[in-house]
């Protein structure tokens, strides 16, 4: 492959992921907002708008799905630096009085969900098998948004 076909490619790819991720995103705001139905690029194949459709599924399920911990992370994180490693066992006591763990015990949290702090900030997202393919579920078939759009191919 030449210099020239590998910089092709790579533009191509950059646009289309850029593509992939306008449409996720596009998708995510319209679910969350009950906007209008997003159409696709046609520059993206049938299987990236399923994979997409996917990930904007898990992500609206993780979005409506907040687990409220009592930590206000802006202040934590004002606490720490980098040179925090973890290592230095007095100045993690310190830390741990001053920001307390934010949660009373232990949760298990199997399906998608947000984390939020006290402020209502979004401090993470846990997303399992947002991005595995096809993802399955527990009776073997594919989920419903991959039949529909397995469908709508077949037209």
């Known amino acids: 492959?030449?210099?020239?076909?590998?910089?092709?490619?790579?533009?191509?790819?950059?646009?289309v992921t850029h593509e992939?991720?306008?449409y996720t995103k596009q998708?995510?705001?319209?679910?969350?907002t009950g906007g209008e139905p997003v159409i696709p690029s046609p520059n993206l194949d049938t299987d990236l708008v399923m994979v997409c459709d996917c990930l904007?599924?898990?992500?609206?399920?993780?979005?409506?799905?907040?687990?409220?911990?009592?930590?206000?992370?802006?202040r934590y994180s004002?606490?720490?630096?980098?040179?925090?490693?973890?290592?230095n066992?007095?100045?993690e006591e310190k830390l741990l009085e001053r920001c307390?763990?934010?949660?009373?015990?232990?949760?298990l949290v199997d399906k998608p969900?947000?984390?939020?702090?006290?402020?209502?900030t979004i401090i993470a997202w846990y997303l399992p098998d947002a991005l595995t393919r096809p993802p399955r579920r527990k009776s073997g078939r594919p989920p419903i948004c991959w039949v529909q759009a397995s469908k709508k191919c077949k037209g």
């Open 89 to 91: 066992e007095e100045k």
């Open 20 to 22: 992939a991720g306008a």
């Open 113 to 120: 969900a947000t984390i939020i702090d006290v402020s209502g």
């Open 100 to 107: 307390p763990p934010g949660h009373e015990g232990t949760k």
């Open 78 to 87: 004002k606490l720490i630096s980098p040179k925090n490693t973890g290592h």
């Open 1 to 15: 492959m030449s210099t020239c076909d590998i910089k092709i490619w790579c533009t191509w790819a950059l646009a």
């Open 27 to 32: 998708k995510f705001n319209a679910e969350k």
């Open 56 to 74: 904007a599924d898990v992500l609206i399920k993780a979005y409506k799905n907040p687990i409220k911990m009592q930590i206000d992370i802006a």
